[in-house]
């Protein structure tokens, strides 16, 4: 049994996949720096927990864990990510994540879930699980807390600025169907383009600006 770790930072991954094998012996740690290879690698060999970041090169860890649970619905899923938007904690959760760390865990701390849910537990951060009780989602204000899986996947990367066509490929839809959803982001945001999507990814978090 091996754990996929899957991040497009191939230095924080051999930090990470060093930590892991030092303290979980017998248990190999295989890399992937995208979803796309993440797939590849699971149809190649299932492992028994994937490690999964959000924000990841062509589709997201979102996107990712969607189509690996769909394929293989007992398959474990713990998100490591710096993005912990308790709308995007909730997606993960929905998409079939068995827990969510935030990048900023002590090693112990993500050694500690690793294990609880290899064992078949759920593990999410303190932090985290404490903010998601206390904050139900009719009364949060998160802007994009509204958003279903697809649209959340859509709009992150039409604020990367990728094109719809683009979109339409990688997600393996029409380039209609991405125009359709295009207007209800629109709509449900409150924004009148493109540029105000950007602009809110950026206020959220979700996207950097390059200094």
Known sequence: MAILLVDDHPLLRLGLATTLEQHLAQMPVRQAGSGEEALQQVQVQVPGLVIMDFDLPGISGLETTRRLRQRLPHLRVLFLSEHTELGLVR????????????????????????????????????????????????????????????????????????????????????????????????????????AELVHLAIASGLVKVAA
Do not use: W
């Open 91 to 194: 997606q993960a959760l929905e998409a079939g994540a068995c827990g969510f760390l935030s990048k900023s865990v002590a090693p112990e701390t993500l050694i500690e879930a690793v294990r609880r849910s290899l064992a078949g537990h759920a593990y999410i951060e303190q932090g985290l699980a404490t903010a998601l009780a206390c904050q139900p989602r009719q009364s949060t204000c998160d802007r994009l807390d509204g958003l279903t899986q697809r649209e959340t996947e859509i709009f992150l990367m039409l604020a990367k600025g990728t094109a719809l066509r683009v979109i339409a490929q990688q997600l393996c839809i029409s380039s209609k169907t991405v125009s359709n959803h295009l207007t209800l982001l629109k709509s449900k945001l409150q924004v009148s383009g493109q």
